[in-house]
């Protein structure tokens, strides 16, 4: 840990815009003003239990109410204590009694065009079915099941049919190789596994079920497969072990009462790269967290019954689990959903879907946003994007000419952004800018929703001074927060509770600004020293992105015997070649933005950046590669490994 890491981070971005909403967005939002946030917010603060409690009586369905809102044991949080629920019956069974029921809640576009539209009552029925046949597989109440599947509306209705009879589900994203998926199955002991035949992406066939045939080797808990045919290719069916999808739908009864669980029962696991190789299996449970995920669903994106609503995200991502299927899905919205890739078959697949289904909220990340502005606008031209009304972002921050850009070419300079700051762990959103009441600032999730009490400490828990960057917490428990780590209370006790006392630590940093708007500034490991000064990654990053021929960038510092630490920076550009010439003006552009100190000592320039599989710059190796190391860090999580071969051979 670097000396002066108890103190507090300087902040060198000048980001003055403010974009507040229209009258007529405000006029008719759910959330009218800040007025009104900030005392939904006091409200909330307050009195965080009576706020919950208001809202749970009329928002969950209840088969059995509760006796008590919360019980905090710290670090260990119940919500809704004695109560009986079911999210399944939350997102389905609610709306079958209203004129819901024959509205469409899926609207899905697979890559190679098919399209599959379910009303709520159709997508009750397919769950039930798909109950009924884990139930005759011999899942039970509180099995753990491994879902590995591609982006189709079975995937939904597996995740719900678990839910529906109390099995826990564990999905796996369906880019995972063979070892994830049996490390994850192992920590979980899941006793079943869902899959498919094949997944399409880009064009080509993801061979999943041979995939799944890798990890069940090395997976004992697991007893049976159940495999949906998305392609038709021929895969191995071992006797005994695999079923087909259509086959145990074909005999399964439509009728499965959704089973009465306890608030605290737990609905799913989600696992996130931790620190160190082994995976960390996020547990999140069923009141509290179906609650929240609602109640920010509404808020955030000022979801109005007639909205068409589409979130790019995978279901393999928390994303995925909280705003396609449980927020959406209780709150009785429209989605669409589509199964590939952004690029296929063209760079303008995504508002070619904009236009065709007459999206009206349209919620993506940085990282695709980043690559259209370097695919071109050309894309965009050629398609009507009038339908929208509300854009936003979630997974990293966004650099503020990339917001400039989204707001611009996206929104037609009338779309709020909801910038949308939160985690697996956080269940939900945390700080988002409430699209009819808060201004909106490029590059700032803005503020706390109600119920969110953040704070910003240096080491050891003191407040920062107001403006200062430090490591963001959360001061009081709410209801979408993770309960622990599947299998592992102490590690749950260890990241999370121990570093500040009191507080949930998020392990990223933050500075709150004189208007009380919050920066999200990278996490607490990325922090890069220049020249003495502790800056965030985002801040130098967003100073290259305002550079014209400047796609994408990411910043780290590496050992240097000379000035100790040396900034590196790697940029994808765009409209140029590279050049000697235009390394030499980004040093300097650098330099104007933020000061002479922080103009980095080399910039090399690369085709990709090693990401994530959901995405996110993996500035960690970006270190090794620019301190010359041979070996790099723990890669188990990166999307693709020839973008380091090609780093590390500076091609260009
Ligand atoms: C980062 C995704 C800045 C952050 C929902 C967080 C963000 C991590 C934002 C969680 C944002 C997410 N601005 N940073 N709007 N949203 N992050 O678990 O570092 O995949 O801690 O959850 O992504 O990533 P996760």
Redesign the pocket.
């Known amino acids: 840990m670097p000396e002066n890491a108890a103190s507090f981070l300087e902040t060198v971005m000048r980001e003055e815009r403010v974009f507040a909403p229209s009258p007529e967005f405000a006029s008719r939002a759910r959330i009218k003003s800040q007025e009104e946030y900030e005392n939904l917010w006091n409200e909330a603060q307050q009195n965080p239990e009576a706020f919950w409690d208001k809202i749970a009586q009329t928002e969950l369905h209840w088969f059995q109410p509760y006796s008590q809102v919360l019980q905090w044991n710290e670090p260990f949080a119940q919500w809704f204590v004695g109560g009986k629920t079911n999210a399944s019956y939350n997102c389905l069974d609610r709306h079958l009694n209203t004129p819901w029921r024959n509205k469409a809640a899926i609207l899905w576009e697979g890559e190679p065009g098919d399209q599959r539209t379910l009303t709520y009552q159709q997508l009750h029925r397919e769950v039930c079915k798909f109950a009924n046949a884990l139930k005759g597989l011999g899942v039970k109440k509180g099995d753990v099941v491994s879902i590995y599947m591609p982006m189709t509306p079975e995937l939904v209705i597996a995740m719900l049919a678990c839910a529906r009879i109390g099995a826990v589900h564990s999905v796996i994203f369906a880019g995972f190789s063979a070892e994830a998926i049996a490390d994850r199955n192992n920590d979980a002991s899941a006793k079943v596994q869902l899959t498919a035949d094949a997944g399409w992406r880009r064009g080509k066939q993801l061979p999943l079920k041979e995939t799944v045939d890798a990890a069940l080797a090395k997976s004992p808990s697991v007893q049976k497969c159940v495999v949906l045919r998305r392609i038709g290719n021929q895969v191995n069916m071992q006797e005994g072990r695999d079923f087909w999808w259509h086959d145990l739908m074909q005999d399964a009864s439509a009728d499965c009462p959704a089973e009465p669980l306890d608030s605290e029962h737990p609905l799913y696991i989600l696992y996130?790269s931790g620190s160190t190789g082994k995976p960390k299996g996020i547990r999140h449970t069923t009141a509290g967290y179906n609650l929240y995920v609602k109640k920010t669903f509404e808020w955030v994106f000022d979801y109005r019954e007639e909205d068409i609503f589409w979130c790019t995200a995978d279901c393999g991502?928390?994303?995925g689990h909280s705003y396609i299927v449980y927020g959406p899905l209780s709150a009785g919205a429209t989605q669409v959903m589509y199964e590939g890739a952004p690029n296929w078959p063209a760079e303008d697949r995504f508002w070619e879907i904009v236009e065709k289904y007459k999206v009206n909220i349209f919620y993506t990340a940085p990282t695709a946003i980043r690559a259209f502005i370097k695919w071109g606008d050309r894309h965009v031209d050629k398609h009507d994007l009038s339908s929208l009304r509300l854009l936003g972002?979630?997974?990293?921050?966004?650099n503020p000419e990339a917001w400039m850009w989204y707001h611009r070419k996206i929104g037609g300079e009338r779309c709020p952004i909801v910038?949308?700051?939160?985690?697996?762990?956080t269940g939900g959103i945390m700080m988002s800018p409430l699209p009819g009441a808060i201004a909106a600032k490029p590059g700032s999730?803005t503020k706390p929703l109600p119920g969110v009490i953040p704070a910003i400490v240096k080491e050891g828990g003191q407040p920062v001074e107001q403006g200062q960057g430090g490591m963001l917490c959360i001061a009081k428990p709410w209801p979408g927060m993770l309960r622990g780590i599947w299998g592992d209370d102490e590690r749950y006790k260890q990241q999370y509770w121990s570093r500040v006392p009191g507080m949930y630590l998020?392990?990223?940093n933050a500075r709150c600004d004189k208007d009380g708007y919050y920066w999200?500034m990278?996490?607490i490991d990325d922090v890069i020293n220049v020249s003495g000064h502790r800056l965030s990654t985002i801040e130098v990053e967003s100073a290259l992105v305002s550079h014209p021929n400047v796609a994408e960038a990411a910043a780290v510092d590496r050992p240097d015997e000379v000035k100790g630490q040396a900034l590196s920076v790697f940029v994808i550009v765009r409209d140029a070649e590279p050049s000697d010439e235009l390394r030499e003006e980004l040093r300097q552009h650098v330099g104007k933005e933020i000061g002479a100190f922080a103009k980095p000592d080399e910039v090399w320039f690369t085709a990709a950046l090693p990401k994530t599989r959901?995405g996110?710059i993996m500035r960690r190796l970006l270190k090794d590669i620019a301190s010359g190391k041979e070996e790099v860090g723990d890669t188990t999580t990166l999307e693709d490994l020839n973008v380091l071969a090609k780093l590390r051979a500076h091609e260009e």
Do not use: L, N, P, Y
């Open positions: 996130t991502w928390v994303t972002t979630v997974g990293e921050g966004i910038d949308t700051w939160w985690q697996t762990e999730c998020t392990g990223d999200i990278g996490r959901s996110k």
